[in-house]
């Protein structure tokens, strides 16, 4: 397995996780949808951290052959009623439409969030890899 860890503090360390975890994903022959799938939702979590923690995060990419596992972490005002949140009902303390945590349940394969108000919010997502055409042919 092949990790990768980044302390969030800036955009640019924003910028820094998308270049990894597309660099991870070609190595492990990803396709472009689930890259692009990959990529959209580690930049909704990544500046989660930024826009509505408070504080600084953690960043963990951890790849191998057929998945890609992201955890990004935070020790914020965490979600006071995330269920809530999760079937789009706007959180009132949210910045913005509400719709993005959704957004990266959809696009992902799994979607595993741990949140306390006060004590931050964790949250873990992983993408399957489809098999190759060279693997399916096996």
Do not use: W
Not at 47 to 73: K, Q
Request: aromatic fraction near 6%.
């Amino acid at each position: 397995m092949t990790k990768f860890e980044l302390r969030i503090r800036s955009e640019n360390d924003i910028l820094i996780s998308l270049r990894c975890a597309g660099k991870l994903m070609r190595e492990f022959e990803f396709n472009e949808i689930e890259r692009q799938k990959v990529l959209v939702s580690i930049s909704e979590l990544t500046r989660n951290v930024l826009f509505h923690s408070g504080t600084d995060g953690l960043f963990i990419c951890e790849a191998e052959d057929t998945l890609l596992r992201i955890t990004v972490s935070d020790r914020g005002r965490g979600i006071a009623d995330h269920e809530q949140v999760l079937q789009g009902k706007k959180n009132e303390n949210s910045k913005g439409l509400g719709l993005g945590l959704i957004g990266v349940k959809r696009l992902m394969d799994e979607f595993h969030i741990n949140t306390s108000p006060g004590e931050g919010t964790t949250v873990t997502v992983i993408k399957y890899r489809e098999p190759t055409l060279a693997e399916r042919r096996l």
